[in-house]
């Protein structure tokens, strides 16, 4: 069932969304050669508690962190911990924030240092089909014109998208429905509608749309090994626009 928010309920989730808009500002202005994931992860969390939100992340399926964060081949879910960033790196920063028990989700993929230009590319062209996504995300479209809107732009850049995650729903619950697969799944396909919340995120491989998962249970890795890069929004639709809540 889909979870329609009043306009004082999407007030609350943008209130999330700027704590969560300071906590990236701040891992994004430390990252550089040398910063450890774990490192960045602490960063997010004291943001978070100074502005008086909670993380997300933290402990949700007993997640042991309050930020996920992904490297080169790994996609989403990756554990912060001692790995160091290295010059070239790319790297996945998954935030969710929640705030007067409301929740916002985020997520950019950034470059380390001077990143390749296919790399680059990479991250372009993902911010790319978010964008077109949103477009797309408007009252009375439905849930698989996102989808197909990612796709479409994925593959004519030559990249895939992954199949087994998508977005979904947000705001009173981290996971809320509806599911918002970046390929046209054939599963439910509910109509758009005023008060609808979306965390939109396009996970994006370089190379074949197949994953793996580690044996920590939660990092998300490309079978072939090659890069991927996610970004994510979380969106209001109002009747007559559609409304980014979150910034990176």
């Given at each position: 069932?889909?979870?329609?928010?009043?306009?004082?309920?999407?007030?609350?989730?943008?209130?999330?969304?700027?704590?969560?808009?300071?906590?990236?500002?701040?891992?994004?202005?430390?990252?550089?050669?040398?910063?450890?994931?774990?490192?960045?992860?602490?960063?997010?969390?004291?943001?978070?508690?100074?502005?008086?939100?909670?993380?997300?992340?933290?402990?949700?399926?007993?997640?042991?962190?309050?930020?996920?964060?992904?490297?080169?081949?790994?996609?989403?879910?990756g554990i912060p911990g001692k790995?160091?960033?290295?010059?070239?790196?790319?790297?996945?920063?998954?935030?969710?924030?929640?705030?007067?028990?409301?929740?916002?989700?985020?997520?950019?993929?950034?470059?380390?240092?001077?990143?390749?230009?296919?790399?680059?590319?990479?991250?372009?062209?993902?911010?790319?089909?978010?964008?077109?996504?949103?477009?797309?995300?408007?009252?009375?479209?439905?849930?698989?014109?996102?989808?197909?809107?990612?796709?479409?732009?994925?593959?004519?850049?030559?990249?895939?998208?992954?199949?087994?995650?998508?977005?979904?729903?947000?705001?009173?619950?981290?996971?809320?429905?509806?599911?918002?697969?970046?390929?046209?799944?054939?599963?439910?396909?509910?109509?758009?509608?005023?008060?609808?919340?979306?965390?939109?995120?396009?996970?994006?491989?370089?190379?074949?749309?197949?994953?793996k998962i580690l044996d920590d249970?939660?990092?998300?890795?490309?079978?072939?090994?090659?890069?991927?890069?996610?970004?994510?929004?979380?969106?209001?639709?109002?009747?007559?626009?559609?409304?980014?809540?979150?910034?990176?």
């Open positions: 069932m889909i979870a329609l928010k009043t306009p004082q309920d999407i007030d609350g989730i943008r209130q999330a969304s700027g704590i969560l808009h300071e906590a990236m500002k701040a891992m994004r202005n430390a990252i550089a050669p040398g910063i450890t994931t774990r490192e960045l992860d602490q960063i997010a969390h004291t943001t978070i508690i100074k502005r008086g939100g909670s993380a997300a992340f933290l402990g949700y399926c007993d997640y042991p962190a309050s930020l996920c964060i992904s490297v080169n081949e790994e996609v989403i879910h790995r160091k960033l290295a010059d070239g790196d790319i790297v996945g920063l998954d935030l969710g924030v929640i705030y007067n028990r409301y929740y916002s989700d985020s997520a950019v993929t950034v470059p380390v240092g001077k990143a390749d230009n296919e790399d680059q590319r990479l991250i372009r062209v993902t911010e790319e089909c978010l964008e077109h996504a949103i477009k797309k995300a408007v009252a009375g479209n439905r849930i698989r014109d996102i989808s197909e809107a990612v796709y479409e732009h994925a593959r004519q850049a030559g990249f895939d998208v992954v199949r087994e995650y998508c977005g979904h729903g947000v705001g009173f619950a981290l996971h809320e429905d509806p599911q918002i697969y970046n390929y046209p799944h054939p599963g439910p396909n509910p109509k758009l509608k005023a008060g609808m919340v979306l965390a939109i995120e396009p996970m994006i491989n370089s190379g074949t749309w197949r994953i249970g939660w990092t998300v890795k490309t079978a072939d090994n090659r890069k991927s890069a996610h970004c994510e929004h979380t969106v209001a639709i109002w009747d007559d626009r559609t409304e980014i809540l979150t910034k990176w």
